[in-house]
């Protein structure tokens, strides 16, 4: 596969419905599952704070109610608070009460084996309410937060400092794991849902991808109508075509029959002028002879045309090139059996966009000519392109090793009657017909110097392209 082609072909994938579909419902759930993703991780997180806040401010509240002051003027209490990691030591949980004024002595957890020092409050007031909350670094190297409270004890107005400190970090890794665990959900049921929805959506368009097959088994000349049973909104779109497929054939068959009516209505008046032109004999008769023949060849060539010209662009008519190629190459090659013929097709099958007829007079006049012309070689292939066309074309290509055609008189080659040697038999009409019937299909016929040392003639067709 070629570069250009395979380019044409993503470039075709991408402009499909199927794709636009597809990228459009899959970007759309990736859209909305990030989007489910962020607000729920974000829900969590303010919930578990909350939560951490809530249980830290509790268990202040529990602590300053169970200390209290000896009448030594020493703190004490025994607060019991329910968790057994203020007995874990290096837990990240603490609490600790200090004395401010008055009071003496300091009590705190089991949990906590070292100092955690506190911020001044010019760095981290107090409100109101003489309550403060900050960060700070555990004994254990983790993250802390610290609710801290100052407390008036009895009426000596002996104050204490009340610090509440619980694990943060231990708070972000239970967020962090909430988050990794709805992630890898979430992705699971996106994955799950997106190949669904592609699912449904090739599904749904599978009456499109019918509709596409029947109709290139149509071009292809394998039915004649778009058969079977499709949806509501597909329905509509068959028998519209179905009928422009009816449409189109009656019109070409009606041209074929008024082509045949009028060949048969001039048929009997040509050869009528024919006889009588023999029969007055002479210079005069030889003549209306001439005329007669060449308004028989003027009427069979625009007839020609005309049949061509109705079916150019129907899409019924379709030519195996291998099979009619090898089929007139053996009928040549015994015909000529002096003549060395080299013939070269390729092994994919390539169809020609036309009918058999028209085929086999481009190829039969172009092998005659070689024949007619050439020494001791002929040689003829047939390969896919050009290069660049996207493979809707073929090229033929027919070489002889006689004397060739000078370049400044190609053109003249073509001219329907010109012979530019009268020394060989013929009516020079053979490469005429060849560049009408290519012109009549969209393609081309250009004649050069062959390295074979004769003529080279090159015709580029339609061809039904493959479908991808």
Do not use: C
């Amino acid at each position: 596969m070629t570069g250009g082609s395979a380019m044409a072909k993503l470039r075709r994938r991408l402009n499909s419905l199927t794709f636009r579909v597809v990228a459009f419902s899959t970007l759309w759930a990736v859209v909305a599952l990030v989007v489910i993703a962020t607000v729920i991780s974000s829900l969590f997180r303010q919930a578990s704070e909350r939560g951490f806040e809530s249980l830290l401010t509790a268990h202040l509240f529990n602590l300053i109610g169970s200390v209290g002051v000896s009448p030594a003027g020493m703190l004490q209490g025994s607060p019991n608070l329910g968790d057994l990691r203020f007995t874990v030591p290096q837990s990240g949980w603490y609490w600790a009460v200090e004395p401010v004024t008055g009071a003496t002595g300091q009590l705190r957890s089991q949990s906590l084996t070292g100092q955690i020092p506190s911020p001044p409050s010019s760095e981290v007031p107090f409100d109101s309410d003489f309550q403060r909350s900050y960060l700070a670094e555990g004994l254990a190297g983790e993250t802390i937060e610290v609710f801290e409270s100052e407390f008036v004890l009895d009426a000596d107005n002996n104050i204490a400092r009340f610090r509440m400190m619980g694990n943060r970090t231990e708070l972000e890794d239970d967020i962090s794991a909430f988050e990794q665990q709805i992630y890898l959900y979430l992705l699971i049921f996106g994955a799950g849902m997106i190949a669904i929805n592609a699912l449904a959506i090739l599904v749904g368009l599978e009456p499109l991808r019918r509709v596409r097959r029947a109709l290139s088994e149509i071009r292809a000349g394998a039915a004649q109508r778009l058969d079977g049973t499709f949806p509501a909104e597909i329905a509509p779109l068959a028998d519209e075509t179905n009928e422009l497929i009816e449409s189109n054939r009656r019109i070409v068959e009606r041209s074929r029959t008024q082509v045949g009516n009028l060949a048969h209505s001039l048929k009997t008046p040509l050869a009528v002028l024919t006889n009588e032109a023999r029969s007055i004999g002479g210079a005069k008769g030889r003549l209306i002879e001439d005329q007669a023949g060449s308004m028989r060849q003027q009427v069979e060539h625009y007839l020609q045309r005309a049949r061509m010209a109705a079916q150019r662009d129907t899409i019924v008519f379709r030519t195996p090139v291998k099979a009619t190629m090898e089929r007139m190459v053996r009928v040549v090659a015994k015909l000529n059996p002096h003549m060395k013929l080299d013939a070269r097709f390729p092994d994919g099958e390539i169809v020609f966009a036309g009918e058999r007829e028209d085929f086999e007079e481009i190829v039969g006049n172009l092998l005659e000519n070689a024949m007619k012309w050439g020494r001791k070689a002929v040689s003829v292939s047939v390969t896919p392109g050009p290069d660049g066309s996207g493979g809707r074309n073929f090229t033929l290509v027919v070489e002889d090793d006689g004397p060739g055609i000078p370049e400044e008189k190609t053109r003249d080659a073509l001219v329907r009657g010109r012979r530019l040697d009268e020394t060989k038999p013929g009516t020079g009409l053979g490469l005429a017909i060849v560049a009408d019937v290519v012109k009549e299909y969209g393609g081309s016929l250009h004649l050069a110097r062959s390295d074979l040392g004769g003529l080279k003639a090159t015709v580029v067709l339609r061809r039904v392209q493959e479908e991808v």
